[in-house]
C-alpha cells in the first residue's frame, strides 16, 4: 500500500488517507457546485530540464468513486492493481513516455488521489504485496529505485475541483513546478525553484554543520540524486538522534513558567488552547480551563514526521494544537512566539537550532512556498494550486541549476 506521508490526514476516505494527506484531501465530499468538473482534464508536462534522458511518467492512486488503487494510462482510463504477494510481485508497467527535452506532453488524468511521479533514464521499480503498492523507499540502500534520479508530485481531482502540489516532505530531488489554469483562462503555479536554487539547495545543506550534509545522496557516478528528509535522515544514521534536543529543552523549560496560546483555525481566532508544561508533560486548556490534550515531550523524530509524540488525528482538538506545534518546532518559532501560529516569515528557522533541511529549501523557492515537512501547510506556506473547476494541469521539469 502507499507508505503514507505524514500529514494533513484530512480524507475523503480512509482509503484515500492511506494514499495522501493533506489539503489534497481536505476536499470533503463532491459539491454539487463543481459537479461540471469532468472525469479527466488534460495535464501538460513540459521538460525544460535540460537533461537528455528518456523521462518516464506515472500516475498512480486511488480511484475516488471506489476506493480501489491503481494507475492510470496516458489517456486516463483506470487500471487497477491486480493481486500481489508475498514476497512482493512485480507490478504492471504503468509507465507513459514523457515528452524529449524542450517539448511537452498532454496527458489526462482522472478522479484520482494519487501522486504523479517522474523518473529519468530508468523505468522506476514498483511491485505489489497482499495489502497493495510497495512505493520506492530509497531511504533504504537496497531499494531498487536507489540510484533512479526521479520524483513526483500529489494531487486529488475530484468533483470540487483540483487540488495539485509539489513536495519535500520526503525528499528534495528532481525540481519541478506545478500548475492549473483556472475556468477564466488564468493561471496559478508554485514550486519552481529560483535561478540556482537546486544548486544552492546542495550547498546551503553541505555547508551546514552537524550531519546535514549526509543526507545528500549521490550515485557511482558522482550524479546527485537526491537529498533525503531529515526524518529519514535520523533513520538512517545520518542525522543525531539529539539533533534537536537543545531546541525541544529550551520550550519545555519556557513554558514551564508561560503559556503558549495556540489558535488553530485561521477562520475561527476565537477558538484558542493554552498550554503550559509539567514535568515532562504540555498540557493544553480551553476557555474553561479544562484539559482537552496533553503531549509528552518530543524527540527529533517527533517533530521531523509530526507523528508519535506530536500525532495529528483527524479529529478538531489535538490534531490542530499538534500541527501547529508541529510547524513552531520546524521553524523553530516557538521561544519567539507564545501565539502560534506565526502570522508571517519574519522568524524562520532562525534559531540555530532548526529543520535546516526545510530551511534551506523555502531559502530557494521563488515564491517562498513548499511542503519542507509535514505540515508546511499552517500558515498557509505550502506550494499548492487549487481550483474548483480546472481547464487543465501542468507539471513542468525545471533545469538542474
Not at 106 to 117: A, E, H, M
Request: charged fraction near 15%.
Amino acid at each position: 500500500m502507499f507508505r503514507t506521508l505524514r500529514h494533513r490526514l484530512l480524507a475523503v476516505g480512509s482509503s484515500i488517507a492511506m494514499v495522501l494527506g493533506g489539503p489534497l484531501l481536505a476536499t470533503g465530499v463532491s459539491s454539487p457546485a463543481h459537479a461540471a468538473v469532468p472525469e479527466t482534464i488534460p495535464l501538460k508536462i513540459t521538460n525544460n530540464s535540460g537533461r537528455g534522458e528518456q523521462v518516464y511518467v506515472y500516475n498512480l492512486g486511488t480511484q475516488l468513486s471506489t476506493g480501489r488503487q491503481g494507475w492510470a494510462d496516458a489517456n486516463g482510463t483506470f487500471h487497477p492493481w491486480p493481486a500481489g504477494g508475498n514476497p512482493p510481485t512485480p507490478a504492471p508497467d504503468a509507465a507513459i513516455p514523457g515528452p524529449a527535452p524542450g517539448q511537452s506532453a498532454t496527458i489526462r488524468i482522472p478522479k484520482f488521489s494519487g501522486r504523479i511521479y517522474f523518473s529519468y533514464g530508468r523505468k522506476l521499480v514498483f511491485r505489489l504485496t497482499t495489502g497493495g503498492l510497495v512505493q520506492p523507499a530509497v531511504q533504504n540502500p537496497a531499494d531498487p529505485n536507489r540510484d533512479i534520479l526521479f520524483n513526483w508530485s500529489e494531487y486529488t481531482l475530484n468533483d470540487s475541483g483540483l487540488w495539485l502540489n509539489s513536495t519535500q516532505v520526503d525528499m528534495f530531488s528532481a525540481p519541478y513546478a506545478v500548475g492549473v489554469q483556472r475556468a477564466d483562462g488564468t493561471t496559478a503555479s508554485t514550486g519552481r525553484l529560483r535561478p540556482g536554487g537546486y544548486h544552492g539547495f546542495f550547498t546551503a545543506l553541505r555547508g551546514q554543520p552537524g550531519g546535514w550534509a549526509n543526507l545528500i545522496q549521490t550515485r557511482s557516478d558522482g550524479t546527485v540524486l537526491r537529498a533525503l528528509s531529515p526524518l529519514y535522515g535520523l533513520e538512517t544514521g545520518a542525522l543525531p538522534a539529539s539533533v534537536m534536543d537543545d531546541y525541544i529543552n529550551r520550550v519545555w523549560r519556557k513554558y514551564t513558567t508561560s503559556t503558549l496560546t495556540v489558535r488553530p483555525f485561521s477562520d475561527r481566532p476565537g477558538t484558542a488552547y493554552h498550554g503550559r508544561v509539567s514535568g515532562d508533560v504540555m498540557h493544553f486548556t480551553d476557555g474553561t480551563g479544562a484539559v482537552v490534550t496533553s503531549f509528552q515531550k518530543p524527540d527529533a523524530s517527533s517533530v521531523f514526521g509530526c507523528h508519535k509524540r506530536l500525532d495529528a488525528p483527524n479529529d478538531q482538538v489535538r490534531g490542530p494544537i499538534s500541527r501547529t506545534l508541529c510547524a513552531g518546532f520546524n521553524r523553530s518559532t516557538l521561544l519567539v512566539n507564545s501565539e502560534q501560529p506565526d502570522s508571517g516569515t519574519a522568524d524562520f528557522y532562525r534559531d540555530a537550532v532548526t529543520n535546516h533541511y526545510a530551511r534551506a529549501i523555502h531559502a530557494q523557492m521563488a515564491d517562498g512556498k513548499a511542503y519542507a515537512f509535514a505540515f508546511d501547510d499552517v500558515g498557509n506556506h505550502e506550494s499548492l494550486v487549487h481550483d474548483g473547476n480546472p481547464r487543465q494541469a501542468y507539471l513542468t521539469l525545471d533545469p538542474f541549476s
